[in-house]
């Protein structure tokens, strides 16, 4: 069983990194929900559901958000027309720490490890707001496609990116990359 553990080591200290930052960033995470109350939008899905306007008020759309004071929600309406709705789980919070958790568990020198997981946050997050304006804008023309906008395309690329990020992370700067070039 000893000889398992030694040969299986790097597996199992990435999978208890990987779980261990996991779990407490989605505790942490939670708790700052919490904090807001029920029904009650936090701050984060705000900040999202703004600078998507923003976004597309810079290209010239016609976008208005309302926010739904009965529900945790806010309408997006595009052209004069509810296309969508921004919920907590829209603001991109799940994938950045399934991001981090991934970025830790592989980590190498303290420094490239914090600026990759700060740029690739935020370039997660910029990139989440402009799927949804796209999203918005494919959703006023093509209505009848929402299942697959929404359901398929749109989690396809942002998974992508993400992917490709822990690509060029483990390639380029991890403690492993650094083994492989030597």
């Known amino acids: 069983m000893k000889k398992y553990f030694i040969l299986y080591k790097p597996f199992l200290l990435f999978l208890i990194a990987f779980f261990f930052t996991y779990i407490v960033l989605t505790v942490f995470y939670q708790e700052y929900l919490n904090s807001f109350g029920r029904n009650k939008l936090d701050s984060i899905t705000r900040m999202v559901a703004t600078n998507t306007s923003q976004f597309l008020h810079f290209f010239g759309f016609n976008f208005k958000i309302e926010e739904n004071q009965s529900h945790s929600f806010i309408k997006l309406i595009f052209?004069?027309?509810?296309?969508?709705?921004?919920?907590?789980?829209?603001?991109?919070?799940?994938?950045?720490?399934?991001?981090?958790?991934?970025?830790?568990?592989?980590?190498?020198?303290?420094?490239?490890?914090?600026?990759?997981?700060?740029?690739?946050?935020?370039?997660?997050?910029?990139?989440?707001?402009?799927?949804?304006?796209?999203?918005?804008?494919?959703?006023?023309?093509?209505?009848?496609?929402?299942?697959?906008?929404?359901?398929?395309?749109?989690?396809?690329?942002?998974?992508?990116?993400?992917?490709?990020?822990?690509?060029?992370?483990?390639?380029?700067?991890?403690?492993?990359?650094?083994?492989?070039?030597?």
């Open 79 to 182: 052209n004069h027309k509810y296309v969508a709705r921004i919920i907590e789980g829209c603001n991109a919070v799940s994938m950045i720490i399934l991001f981090v958790s991934f970025v830790v568990s592989f980590s190498g020198k303290l420094k490239p490890t914090l600026l990759f997981i700060f740029g690739g946050s935020l370039f997660i997050y910029i990139l989440n707001v402009i799927r949804i304006a796209l999203l918005c804008v494919l959703m006023f023309h093509f209505p009848k496609q929402e299942n697959f906008l929404h359901g398929v395309l749109f989690p396809l690329f942002i998974y992508g990116v993400v992917f490709i990020l822990w690509g060029i992370w483990v390639l380029k700067f991890s403690k492993y990359a650094s083994n492989n070039t030597k």
